[in-house]
């Protein structure tokens, strides 16, 4: 889709009565295309950098209404498919966290730990871990590699001296912060089961938000 076409399909809808406040989307090529053009994502920089980007160039998370410049429309990237990719740089290359490198290390010894008939984690088996093609599609894999069972396990392995790993206690930490990033920006209810799903004021979803920008891509 082109910024025109997108435009023109605002426009469109807000002549009959629908006024557009937010746009989401998967992170596909195209997609990616459409937000450069419309000048839509954040700058990564240091801050010597950040002194030099003028106001005109500078990213932005929403544009403003073709009919309306009072107006904003925000975008966002479709939360599963973001889970998606963050599973897929934890096992690829993993990314950094306070200093210490976070990848599937944790997770392989915790399969091994598995094999026997009582599981210490219940959810995660080989197709998680080795889920290729179609198979990294499926957003539940994802989910359930980032579960706070997983989690638990492996600070439990940990602290008991089961794991060879010495990353434990970060992997540990790290599946349960995704765990909880999901709940919040998964939530479809105003409140939900537990704090966590809650759709709105929910505090600790925002500091959740901000933790989950401290990680980086080991390759970044």
């Known amino acids: 889709m082109s910024p025109d076409i997108l435009l023109t399909l605002i426009q469109n809808l807000h002549q009959i009565g629908y006024v557009v406040i937010a746009i989401v989307c998967d992170m596909d090529p195209t997609n990616m295309k459409l937000w450069r053009e419309l000048n839509i994502g954040i700058d990564i920089n240091s801050q010597a950098d950040n002194n030099d980007i003028t106001m005109s160039n500078k990213k932005q998370c929403f544009i403003e209404n073709p009919v309306d410049n009072s107006l904003k429309i925000f975008f966002y990237a479709d939360v599963p498919h973001l889970l998606k990719l963050v599973r897929n740089n934890l096992f690829d290359s993993g990314f950094w966290w306070k200093g210490t490198l ?20 219940h959810k995660l088996s080989r197709t998680h871990l080795d889920a290729k093609g179609t198979l990294r599609q499926k957003v539940k894999l994802a989910a359930q590699v980032f579960s706070n069972t ?69 390759n970044y």
């Open 150 to 218: 997983n989690a638990s396990a492996i600070r439990w392995c940990g602290a008991n001296g089961l794991l060879h790993s010495d990353n434990w206690e970060y992997t540990a930490y790290v599946l349960k912060l995704f765990n909880n990033w999901f709940d919040v920006f998964n939530s479809t209810l105003q409140y939900g089961h537990h704090s966590g799903l809650h759709l709105f004021g929910h505090h600790s979803g925002l500091r959740l938000w901000r933790k989950s920008r401290g990680t980086k891509q080991n």
């Open 102 to 121: 976070v990848d599937m290390r944790c997770l392989e010894e915790l399969i091994k730990l598995n094999a026997g008939d009582l599981k210490i984690a």
